[in-house]
Each structure stands twice: as C-alpha cells, then as structure tokens.
C-alpha cells in the first residue's frame, strides 16, 4: 500500500493548491511549503515539552499520544510499549491518547507524510520515533535528577518509572516533572540495546483498552450525544454513479422527530431528533433517480466482461490503460508454448468489509472552525477533502479520532465519502450545531468500496523435476487507484495493488520464463483495499497453482515450496515455512478424520505460514486447528500479533468460505448479515501462533494473517478431494 | 404516551414512541450507549441485553412490547463479573464494539449453565458476530470465568525467548 499512498500525497497536494486557491485567494505564505506544513496550518496543536508523542502527569502516570487509530488491531498496545520501554516507565502507570489530525507533527512517513494508518505500517513507522521521544524524556528526567542531587547523570538510573541514584536518592517522573521540562531535549538520545528491553516483546504488553470495551465504556462515533445534536440519514441511488433527478419527501415531514430534507451530492439527506426518527424518515423518502450515467451491469455480466479480455476475446486498448506487465521475464512467447502441467482460471468476488460499526460520522459546521468527531483512518486527507466542503484551510478542520468498530481498509478512502456527506449536511444545519451522520448496515453494505472482482488465469509448464519452467498468468480487475482524485497518477499504468503478491512472488523468482500481465477495465462499482488488499486473491492465486503443481509433481507441499524457495534465495519464507510446519507436525499424520493444508505468504513486510487441519462436513469445509508462523521482525506485542493472526485468520476464511457480494442490472444484492454471510464463533478455527524470532525492526502484523488460510483451506480440500478450488466464495448459497 | 421500563434495576417513563425498538430507547433516550447498533435485523447480537436473565435482541423488540420485563444491559453487570474480568485477562477484545452483546449473550450462558460444553457455547454464542475474529478468545474467555480448563493454545506465542533485536 506504501506505493499507492505516495499517489495519494500527490493527489491531495494538488486538490490542496485548489482549497487553498479558493478560499485564500492571494495568500503566498503558503506558496514552496512541504503538504504536511500547509495541512497542519492553522492547527490548534502545538507539543509540549517532552514533544508531541509524551505528555506527564504530577501523579507520575505517562500518557503516549497515537497518531494511529485504534479500530482493533492493538497497534495502540505497542506504540505504548515502544515509548514506555525507551522511558523505562511504569507500564501500570502508561495511558494511550489519541492524537489529534495533524500532519506536520503526526504524520505517517511510510504514508509521505499523511497522518494515517493503513498498510499494516503503524508499529513500523513509528518504531523509531516513538523510541527516540521515550529516550529523550527519559534523559530528561535523569537530567532534571542529576542537576537537583548534585551527581553525575551518567550514575542516575530509571527503572519502572522511578529514578534513582546509588546514593539512595530516588524520585518519580512526577516529582521530577517541573524541573525535566526546563531541560532541553537531547537531539539524538541513545537508544536501548536491545537486548536489555524488558518490555518490548514480553506477554506483559497488554491493549490498555480491554476493560472499557468489556464494560462497554469505550466511546464511539455511534455513541457520540451532545446537547441540541441531530441524527442525518441518507438516501443514496441504489445503483453507482446514480443521481437524484427528484424527490418527495411529504411522508418523511409526517414522522416525529423529523427536522428537515437536504439534497446534497450523494443523494436526500433527512435530520431528525433521534435515530430512530431519522430511519423512519429516511426510509419514507421517495427519490427519482437518473440512472444515465449510472453502471446498470451485473456482477456476471462484468465478469464475463474480465474474462473475456483475459481469453483474448476482447481486445484491450494498447498503452497505459492496456495490458502492464510485472515480474516477466525471458521469451514470453515459450510460455505461450508447450504443454501445460496447469492451466486454471480464477474467480474472485466483490467483498464488503462489513465492520461491525457501520460508517458515521459526527460534524459541526458553521460556528467557529469545522469540528468532526469520527473513526478517522486517514485524518489529514479527510481534512483536505473537508477543507473543500466548508472552504477553510484544511488544517483549520478539526478532527477527534474515537474508537472505531473496525474498518478493515474502508475508512480510508480518496474522498472521505461518509465523512464529506456528513460535512455537507452540517453545513446545510449551519450554526455550529453537531450533526451525526448514521449509516445503516443496508447504506453501509450497499455503499460501494468493496474488494474488487478479480480474474485471474494461469498457465504453467514444468521441467523435468516437477518444476516451473514458464509461467503465463493475467490479471483482470479493476483499479483500486483509479478512485484515486483527478489528476492522480495513480490511475495509469500498472495498479501495483492489483497484482501486489503475484508481483514479487518468489515462486515467479525462481521459473526460468515468466509473462506475467494486468488489465483493470473500467466499471461504475466503486472498489478499494481490502484487508491484505492485492494479497487476498494473489496468495489465493500462487498458493493455490503450487499446489496443484506439487501434486502433479508427486512430492510433497512443503518440500516442493522448500525447494523454490531456496532457488528464489527467500530465507524468510523458508524460515516461516519450516516453523509452522515443524509445529504442526507436518512429517507425522494427521488426526484421524482431518487433512492438512498448507500456504505461505508475504505481504507489508512480514512473511506468514500457515498449516491448517480442514475436513468436510456435511458437504462444507470445516477448519479445526491452524498452525501459524510469521516472520515480523521484532514482535512488540506478541499477545498482539497472534490476536491478529487469530482475527486475521478468520476475517480471510470468512471471505473464503462465504463471502460475496454481487451485483443484478446494477443494483447489490446483498443488504445484511442474513445474505452477507460471516464466519460464526463455531465455525472459527483454533489458531495457534509462533514467531519467528527476528532482530529486524517492525513490520506488519494486521494484514498478513488474513490472505493465507484461503489457499491453505483450498489446498487440504485439493488433497481430500483431487480438485482445485478455482473460485471464492467455497460455500455457494 | 409514556411507556415505563424496567433497566438494570431502575424504572424509566420513555417518550419515545412505543414502537421504538428497545435499542434505540436505550442510546438515544437513555444515554445506555454500551448497547450496540451492527445490523438491525436480529442477525448480529452487537445489540444483546437480557430480559428477564433470556438474551434478547434489542433492536428488534418494540419498547412496548416489553411489559414487566426487567431489562439488564452492559452497564447492568457493574464492571468485574467473572466474565469482563476473563475478558480483560485475556485481551479478548480487539474492536470491541461487538463484546457488549457478546458479554450478555455469555452471561445468560453461565447464568443457566454455570459449566457449558463446547456444543453450549456454539448454541449461545453464534448468533453473536464479532468482524475481527475475536471467536477462540471468547470461547476461551467464557470457559476462564467458568472455571474450566482453557483451550491450549501457547501464550505468549513465541517459538523462542523475547526476540533479540
């Protein structure tokens, strides 16, 4: 995603000179300056003295400010844990706060600077930065000691928040507070060996937030009620790029609580008193739709429209929105040429991301600067896109990041769509007075922004081994960065989130010829990342076709991966690889009734494996035990990553298993959990995680553990029943 | 009219129409926002409370169609039963916006079965969905507070000691 993310930056630098242009006409302070300056202008924000990550207490607690949002993936645990053990704080006494929008001091350097969290980066991107401010408060304090006993700071000693000196003196951050804060902060503090952290990767590492969600205290956007507060409902065109051509809204004036209708750009917006009352209202609306410029298409019939182009049936325009390759290399004609081992085409369709918070978005507008209150993933950019609605710096936008009920990719997106709807209705509320803007789980599921559909087809042949000795493979989805804003480069070329995973793939490492191609025709059906993003049907994909290659090989999964790997020099692969099969007991059988199943893959840094036990029952797949091993550098919060490997795991099968959204004449099918079908609690495999101990720094952990159980699943059933799985969702209703 | 309900422990006159579903009662007339909004439609359990010690769904179950029922919620359960302890032990949650509803789903369970199976957990807990995937830990979580012997499962999950960056 870090790719794609570096468009996004280009593309809000230049919707940025519009805001700015517009609003501000004349102004040339803001000319030549860097995006994160121009975003944070205006900003109320300012650090304190220990800087903008760590704030004190005279009690001695510390607080670490997150730029992240926390919306489950306990990134908030580690960011605290990489400060705290720099500190050498207290780890009962460390808090988590979310930071406020603001790029100049928050922003995401693996993202170009945007405040946001996305591509599994948050622990990565702030590994150092959080270390460097934890050391350079701790040398502070020992300062602020030193100066106050009279001793040298090299004999002051921090241990578990207390500073101390041999002569017995000792001293809390608390008591020591004043004076710290007067010390200048050391530019370049020297940071721990690691060896000597005892907070960083210990089972100590605990999320601060269980025991609010487990009373229900935790605060989000859903559960935002201020004084004199309206509830937005939205009626949107059913079919996408649908508009209104006109509306009645007679029958929604009669139900009580209503407060007023409001045609904005993304369809009829009704306020009222109470959620309820908004619902009922919404719900009575009567809206005309022009349809003109809508995508009327079925789900099959724009598949058969990707199919088509991959069987070269249809031609595709030549150039940049022409075929691209990635990883081809050799004489692409002798993979056109012998005879195939395997030739296979696959199916993947649209996903939802189905939170279980649905989108919401809290505004104020037009009483001092605009003020939001929301899951807000990409803060920055939702300012900029904000900024364009209220006219107003896009600094000048306020935002308040609560805790959010997943999102799983879907709240980041290029326009910040509920986030901006909401805008529009406060602004059309006017006076300050705060607006929450609720998205039902019908808006939420048949708003658009899903995983694309993807076509995939694979043709490989083999050497004399067994091996891969030319691989064709094409690509057929749409693009996720052609969402982008006009004007991005994303757009053009080759999509690296299409084929992310295919691309880099070391299988495509080690065969000698590979003509490996994309395409991404366009269609109206809005489409964005996805947890895993390219990886969920790449991994899928590559997994999947090795498989089939080994058995055709006659030799066992695990030692044809083995073998490519070696070739292809991918150490982490091997190294994940030999430790989940070494724990699952790969060499010895199966418990009786059970087949196993392996794949590897790698995605945002960090390589998994994963062996899992799968039988059928009564005609479906059943997943019982799932062996994982990932490769993530340096574990921060060990209890963290198998979390998400446990999470990971299931949102991936779920996909597997039952996931689709589809598509009739233009209209999705799908509204609810009762035709959306998700992974139930008894349906959820036993996962079981072990890392493989790195000295690397940081890498992803949320993502990763979600692509991989698709094609270990696939790959059990290849062995039960001889054939592959060539499309998604296995279970078809 | 007035619709009177009974909330952990404590009667309410509501104003909101007797239709309302008890959801939409508790959150936006209450302020009892543990309770939770996923689907509106009974499939996801994010809105559980209990009635009487039953589960219930609230977003499906009109205000005044609830009679005497006495009505407990998230906020009902003071903060340190068995089970939100085991869920804090374990980390259970990750998102935490379905945990409410499964915490009540889970505590009508003990409620009733002080020493569930395994079948008896699926049949109270599935029709609970949690998106992150937060399933074995719950699973784990409910046996912890039942006192029952955990799932083994290896935490914390390293193949080795504490990493050596």
């Not at chain 2, 959801?23 to 439609?41: A, F, H, Q, S």
Request: glycine share 10%; with cysteine; proline share 6%.
């Amino acid at each position: 995603m870090n790719k794609p993310l570096n468009d996004i930056v280009r593309a809000a630098s230049r919707r940025e000179v519009l805001a700015v242009g517009a609003t501000l006409a004349g102004s040339s302070l803001l000319v030549g300056c860097s995006l994160p300056t121009i975003l944070s202008a205006g900003s109320p924000v300012k650090p304190g003295a220990f800087g903008a990550f760590l704030k004190f207490d005279p009690d001695g607690s510390v607080t670490v400010l997150s730029k992240h949002i926390e919306f489950g993936q306990g990134n908030h645990a580690g960011l605290a844990a990489i400060a705290a053990e720099e500190l050498d704080a207290d780890w009962d006494k460390v808090k988590v706060e979310q930071a406020p929008a603001n790029a100049k001091l928050y922003g995401n350097y693996l993202m170009g600077g945007l405040q946001g969290t996305g591509g599994s980066s948050a622990i990565a991107n702030s590994w150092k930065q959080l270390r460097t401010a934890g050391a350079a408060a701790r040398a502070m304090f020992v300062q602020a000691a030193a100066t106050k006993w009279g001793v040298a700071a090299g004999e002051v000693t921090v241990a578990n928040g207390v500073v101390a000196h041999k002569s017995g003196k000792q001293a809390g951050f608390g008591e020591l507070l004043a004076d710290a804060a007067k010390v200048k902060p050391p530019q370049a503090p020297t940071l721990k060996d690691p060896n000597s952290f005892t907070l960083i990767g210990t089972p100590r590492v605990k999320r601060k937030d269980s025991g609010l969600k487990a009373t229900g205290k935790a605060r989000y956007t859903q559960d935002v009620h201020l004084p004199d507060m309206l509830t937005a409902m939205v009626a949107h065109s059913p079919r996408f790029g649908g508009k209104v051509k006109s509306f009645d809204d007679s029958a929604a004036r009669k139900v009580p609580g209503y407060v007023a209708t409001y045609q904005i750009p993304t369809g009829v917006a009704v306020v009222a008193t109470s959620t309820y009352a908004a619902r009922q209202a919404r719900d009575a609306l009567k809206v005309d739709w022009d349809d003109s410029k809508a995508e009327k298409r079925g789900s099959a019939e724009i598949l058969q429209v990707f199919k088509d182009y991959a069987s070269g049936k249809t031609v595709a325009p030549s150039g940049k929105d022409g075929w691209q390759p990635f990883s081809s290399h050799g004489d692409a004609a002798k993979a056109a040429g012998g005879t195939a081992a395997v030739e296979v085409a696959y199916d993947f369709p649209y996903l939802a991301h189905a939170s279980m918070e649905p989108m919401n978005c809290v505004a104020m507008v037009g009483k001092g600067p605009a003020r939001l209150m929301y899951g807000a993933q990409v803060p920055t950019l939702d300012q900029v896109n904000c900024a364009g609605v209220v006219g107003a710096l896009p600094g000048s936008v306020e935002i308040e990041t609560l805790a959010t009920g997943g999102s799983f990719g879907r709240r980041a997106n290029f326009q910040s769509d509920y986030v901006v709807e909401c805008v529009h209705i406060a602004k059309k509320v006017g006076g300050g007075r705060p607006v929450k803007l609720v998205w039902t789980r019908e808006d939420d599921m048949r708003g658009g922004h899903y995983r694309p559909m993807v076509h995939h087809t694979v043709r490989v042949t083999v050497d004399k081994d067994g091996y891969p000795a030319t691989w064709r493979h094409r690509i057929v989805t749409q693009s996720i960065m052609k969402g982008a804003p006009p004007g991005s480069p994303g757009g053009k070329g080759l999509d690296t989130t299409a084929v992310e995973g295919a691309m880099g793939s070391p299988y495509l490492k080690a065969t000698p010829v590979v003509d490996a191609q994309a395409l991404t025709p366009d269609v109206g059906v809005t489409v964005l990342w996805w947890r895993s993003v390219g990886a969920t049907h790449t991994a899928y994909v590559m997994e999947h076709t090795i498989e089939q290659l080994a058995r055709k090989a006659g030799k066992d999964s695990v030692e044809y991966r083995r073998a490519l790997y070696t070739k292809a020099g991918a150490n982490r692969h091997l190294a994940a690889l030999n430790l989940a099969a070494d724990k699952a007991g790969w060499t010895t059988p199966a418990p009786t009734g059970w087949t196993r199943g392996v794949a590897v893959h790698e995605s945002f840094g960090s390589v998994v494996a994963q062996v899992a036990e799968v039988k059928l029952e009564n005609g479906q797949p059943k997943v019982g035990r799932v062996v994982t091993a990932i490769d993530c550098g340096t574990a921060v919060a060990p209890d963290q990553v198998a979390a998400q490997m446990e999470g990971g795991t299931c949102y991936g099968l779920s996909a597997a298993l039952f996931g689709a959204i589809t598509l009739t004449k233009g209209v999705v099918d799908q509204a609810n959990f009762d035709a959306y079908r998700v992974l139930r609690n008894s349906e959820a495999p036993t996962v079981e995680t072990y890392i493989v101990p790195s000295t690397n720094k940081p890498s992803g952990v949320g993502e990763p553990g979600t692509p991989v159980i698709g094609p270990a699943v696939a790959n059990a059933l290849l062995a039960i029943t001889g054939q592959p799985t060539l499309s998604q969702p296995f279970v078809k209703t | 009219m007035a619709t009177t309900v009974d909330v952990n422990g404590r009667s309410y006159n509501v104003s909101s129409p007797p239709d309302t579903p008890l959801l939409w009662v508790l959150r936006d007339e209450l302020g009892l926002t543990g309770t939770k909004y996923g689907c509106g439609i009974a499939q996801c359990g994010a809105c559980t409370v209990l009635a009487d010690g039953n589960p219930i769904r609230s977003c499906q179950m009109p205000v005044s169609a609830l009679g005497a029922a006495k009505i407990t919620t998230i906020e009902g359960l003071g903060g340190a039963t068995p089970l939100q302890q085991a869920w804090v032990k374990l980390d259970v949650p990750q998102c935490g916006y379905c945990q409410s509803g499964q915490i009540m789903s889970a505590t009508a369970l003990l409620a009733q079965n002080a020493k569930p199976d395994d079948a008896a957990i699926t049949e109270a807990m599935d029709g609970n969905i949690c998106r992150c995937g937060a399933y074995q830990r719950i699973r784990a979580a409910i046996k912890e507070a039942a006192g029952m012997p955990s799932v083994a499962v290896p935490s914390p999950a390293l193949a080795a000691p504490a990493p050596k960056a």
